[in-house]
């Protein structure tokens, strides 16, 4: 072979070097791993980097609070099994998005929260940069994990593992720290498409051991009143079919939880959620399907049988023995553990008795004759029910519609009221039983779905993240927010002895919240009663478009703290205190 010439070898070095930077890599990386969508809010120094993922065909969702873009993430991953992207700058915005990330890691769901940060240099040795703060350190005790890359060609590397540890396993928040530095951070192009790489097989299947499947039907059919739990991790899973193939083929009554709604219809012949209360005192063996014995099912004590054993499905042996022994632990994803359930279980095996689904079908048409004979009164000024019965007869007509549900009062009875029937239609307050997380929730679920989104909000607890129907006017989403708008955080009557200014717990009893949405281009609607709030609705859905609905219900509606008042700490009663003198 011929050597290449003095002039060939002048020519070729003559030839510049492609370049990328940091920011290229980023949206590369993310592009690979079919990132489709960010939620965030720009600034030093990610606002290049959102201009750069829209213009490569990543879809970005700008927002007006960084809460409420992280949220919208957290939910996205619920809604599609992959990790939800959050973009936010640092220091304040970081710790704003750090609220969702926590509470997705809390609540399950895969998200990770990229943000940009001061120079390392500056911060380590606190020289008092822009925006410092050691944002590292900061995240690490309220998610699942975080990382920092400090070198542009650790940005691949970075996504694909902030990404993989979101997903798999028990799925949670991750922390991905960018500084500045590393997002201008320039390389030839070559070298950096080769730091990049495409995950295999993120979440992984992981299979019940036989001995421990078997351990669970002998505990089953033995049992005399069985139950089966749903939780939000049964949705989660996608394993819609299999879940009923079980749950049919079993008999075993159900209980939902709320988030688990629709997973089989609320309306199914097995579903004792409206005889609660009697199926946990009652049943001698719980399975516990993608549902953990915390606070929401009182650690597995309070109301339940002292003398119940549980079955669980948990995807994280360290769920096991939380608050209660579980006698037939099943450490498997959940799609996984029912596969090996149907295959060892012999025909017949499990079956629940009729005396036991028959008890519970009594109590539930007691239940369910009580709760008619409520949602038929129509008092005025407009109660709860009046106006929760309203939307659920209109959405009813509109199955495809997911209902995001947040509040004290708007969230208890709403849970109630409003039947669901298609699976993880039902978005809400969770695990935490966090108050903001409503319109982050109802964008995420429009722009993933594109489906109508109907928000059923306590007016408190919209104010958390209201500014946000800028957002939904923005990008036209098909959005109706209905606020239960009684004045109040939890009612609107409270007084305040001491002087005239407001109560700590009343809010403006006037506010006009449709009008509000009308500044930004939406349409407002005003009722005062159910036929109203039928009409409103009606028309908003037929619309296609953003609308909120002010619901005007009466200010001595509700209760303190809704169905968890027995959580406030008992200590001198407010009426007991004597007011200081002025």
Same mark, same amino acid.
């Given at each position: 072979m011929t050597a290449p010439s003095t002039l060939e070898t002048a020519a070729a070095a003559d030839v510049p070097t492609e370049l990328t930077d940091g920011y290229h890599l980023v949206v590369d990386a993310l592009k690979l791993n079919d990132v489709d969508t960010i939620y965030g809010v720009v600034g030093i120094p990610i606002t290049d980097l959102a201009r750069l993922a829209q213009a490569q065909g990543i879809r970005y969702?700008? $927002? @007006?609070?960084?809460? !409420? %873009?992280?949220?919208? *993430? *957290?939910? %996205?991953?619920?809604? !599609?099994?992959?990790p939800g992207v959050a973009l936010t700058v640092s220091a304040p915005g970081f710790l704003n998005g750090l609220v969702a990330l926590a509470n997705a890691t809390t609540n399950c769901f895969p998200m990770v929260q990229i943000s940009g940060s001061s120079e390392r240099h500056l911060v380590d040795l606190k020289q008092g940069d822009y925006e410092e703060m050691d944002q590292l350190a900061a995240a690490q005790p309220f998610v699942k994990a975080a990382y920092r890359v400090s070198r542009v060609e650790d940005i691949g590397r970075g996504i694909a593992r902030a990404l993989r540890t979101a997903i798999s396993g028990r799925p949670g928040g991750v922390y991905l720290d960018i500084p500045a530095a590393v997002l201008g951070a320039i390389m030839p192009k070559a070298e950096g498409d080769r730091t990049l790489s495409r995950l295999v097989d993120p979440a992984p299947r992981q299979l019940p051991a036989p001995e421990a499947v078997d351990r *669970?039907? #002998?505990?089953?059919?033995s049992a005399e009143r069985p139950l089966i739990v749903l939780g939000k991790g049964a949705a989660?899973?996608?394993?819609? /079919?299999?879940? @009923?193939? $079980?749950?049919?083929?079993t008999g075993i009554p159900y209980v939902p939880m709320s988030m688990a709604k629709g997973l089989l219809p609320d309306d199914h012949p097995q579903s004792a959620a409206t005889a609660r209360s009697l199926a946990l005192k009652k049943a001698d063996v719980v399975m516990l399907i993608g549902a953990r014995l915390n606070w929401l099912l009182g650690h597995g004590r309070t109301g339940w049988n002292p003398d119940a054993k549980f079955v669980q499905i948990d995807i994280d042996p360290k769920e096991m023995d939380s608050n209660q022994p579980i006698s037939a632990p099943l450490v498997g994803d959940i799609e996984s553990v029912l596969d090996a359930l149907a295959e060892r279980t012999k025909p017949g095996q499990i079956q629940a008795p009729s005396a036991w689904r028959e008890e519970l079908g009594?109590?539930? /048409?007691? !239940?369910? *004759?009580?709760?008619?004979? @409520?949602? #038929?009164?129509?008092?005025?000024?407009?109660? $709860?029910m009046g106006a929760l019965k309203a939307v659920r007869d209109v959405v009813h007509q509109h199955p495809e519609t997911y209902i995001v549900n947040e509040g004290a009062n708007a969230l208890d009875i709403a849970r109630n009221v409003i039947d669901m029937h298609v699976p993880r239609h039902r978005l809400d307050s969770g695990t935490w039983g966090v108050m903001g997380i409503g319109m982050g929730y109802a964008i995420a679920a429009a722009v993933e779905s594109g489906a109508p989104v109907v928000a059923v909000e306590g007016d408190s607890a919209f104010g958390f993240s209201g500014i946000e129907i800028e957002t939904i006017c923005r990008y036209k989403l098909p959005v109706i927010t209905v606020i239960m708008n009684n004045g109040g955080v939890y009612r609107g009557d409270d007084t305040n002895p001491y002087d005239d200014e407001p109560a700590p717990?009343?809010?403006m009893s006037a506010a006009r919240h449709d009008l509000l949405i009308e500044s930004f281009g939406g349409k407002g609607y005003r009722a005062t009663t159910p036929a109203e709030v039928t009409a409103a609705l009606t028309e908003a859905l037929a619309l296609g478009g953003p609308a909120l609905i002010d619901c005007v219900i009466d200010p001595s509606a509700g209760t303190e703290s809704g169905h968890i008042s027995h959580l406030n700490p008992k200590g001198i009663t407010v009426g007991n205190i004597t007011p200081a003198k002025k």
């Open positions: 969702i700008g $927002f @007006r609070h960084e809460s !409420n %873009a992280g949220h919208a *993430a *957290a939910i %996205a991953g619920y809604l !599609n099994k992959k *669970a039907i #002998e505990l089953l059919a989660y899973a996608q394993a819609d /079919a299999k879940v @009923r193939q $079980f749950v049919e083929s009594a109590r539930s /048409a007691q !239940n369910v *004759a009580k709760m008619a004979r @409520r949602l #038929e009164a129509d008092p005025h000024p407009m109660q $709860f717990t009343t809010l």
